[in-house]
Every structure is written in C-alpha cells, then in structure tokens.
C-alpha cells in the first residue's frame, strides 16, 4: 500500500476507535442504568408485598421491568454495533415493540379511571389500536427481515 493511501486512512482508524469508545461507554451506562432500575423495581415489589399494595403497584412495576427488559436489548444492540461495526436492524425493532407493548399494558391498567371520561376514552382506544397496529408491522418488519436473511449469500461470496 503506498504511503499516500495509509495517510488516507488514519482519519478512518481514528474515527473507528472513538466510535468504539463511545459505544462502550454507552453500553456501560445502559447497563448499569438496566441494574439500579431492575433493583429499584426489585425494592418496589417487596415494599408493595409487606405493605400489602401488590394490586396498587403492579403495573408501576411491570412499567419498570420492561423498561429493564428495553434497556438490555438496547446494550444488545450497542454490542452487536461493537462487534460487526454495522447496524443491525431487528434489535432496534424488538426494543420497539418491548416499548409498544409496555405502553400499552400501561393505557388497559389505568384505562380504568377514565372509563367516565368519554372524550379521553376514545383517544385512549385510538391509541391502543395505532400501538397494536405498529406492534403487527414491527412483527411483520421482523419476519422479514429473518427470511430475507436466507435469501442472502454467505458472507465473503460474490453476488454477481
């Protein structure tokens, strides 16, 4: 390689580190932002069972369990990046539908106390429907982004 094109290329390296740094330090602070809400959610659930208030803070509690559960796929998705240096689709799809998921279990449990509110009921049943038509499409998105993948040559093989 000639010395022109190795001068070329430093930038590139360069730039190929820093990302690497910044991708291990948000992975490190997903990660332990995953830990103290997992334990935070953990102290939650045993203050509600001594205190006898599990039905009251379940769904305060669930909220933050998938919110744990978003948090790790999107540490997955920090160190797929790490690994190939590429960005891979379905994870971000699948935090997506954690995210469309946990909203809606949140609206059905609190849906409750607005059941006399007709206006507010409405957008809420609208809400609820937009949130389970995305979570088909992300469905969809997925299943094809998995048989697509068997169309796909083995990495390395030419496509012409």
Same mark, same amino acid.
């Given at each position: ?6 001068? #070329?290329? #430093? ?6 580190? *820093?990302? +690497?740094?910044?991708?291990?330090? @948000? =992975? ?16 939650? &659930?045993?203050?509600? !069972?001594?205190?006898?208030? @599990?039905?009251?803070?379940? *769904?305060?509690? $669930?909220?933050?369990? $998938? $919110? ?5 796929? @999107?540490? /997955? ?6 690994? +190939?240096?590429?960005? !891979? =689709?379905?994870?971000?799809?699948? !935090? ?10 949140? *609206? ?22 937009? &949130? ?5 499409? *992300?469905?969809?998105?997925? /299943?094809? &982004?998995?048989? +697509? ?12």
């Amino acid at each position: 390689m000639s010395e022109k094109n190795e001068s #070329a290329l #430093a930038p590139a390296r360069f730039l190929k580190r *820093i990302e +690497s740094i910044v991708l291990f330090a @948000i =992975a490190i602070v997903l990660a332990l932002l995953a830990v103290l809400l997992l334990f935070s959610s953990g102290q939650a &659930l045993y203050v509600a !069972v001594i205190g006898g208030q @599990i039905r009251d803070q379940a *769904i305060e509690i $669930l909220d933050s369990v $998938l $919110l744990v559960m978003m948090t790790m796929e @999107i540490v /997955y998705t920090v160190t797929l990046s790490l690994e +190939s240096h590429k960005l !891979v =689709a379905e994870p971000f799809l699948v !935090v997506g539908a954690i995210a469309a998921i946990r909203r809606m279990l949140v *609206i059905t449990a609190e849906s409750t106390k607005i059941e006399n509110q007709p206006v507010l009921f409405q957008s809420t049943l609208i809400e609820l429907g937009l &949130l389970a038509v995305t979570i088909l499409m *992300i469905s969809g998105s997925v /299943y094809i &982004l998995r048989r +697509s993948a068997n169309f796909l040559p083995p990495s390395g093989e030419d496509l012409t």
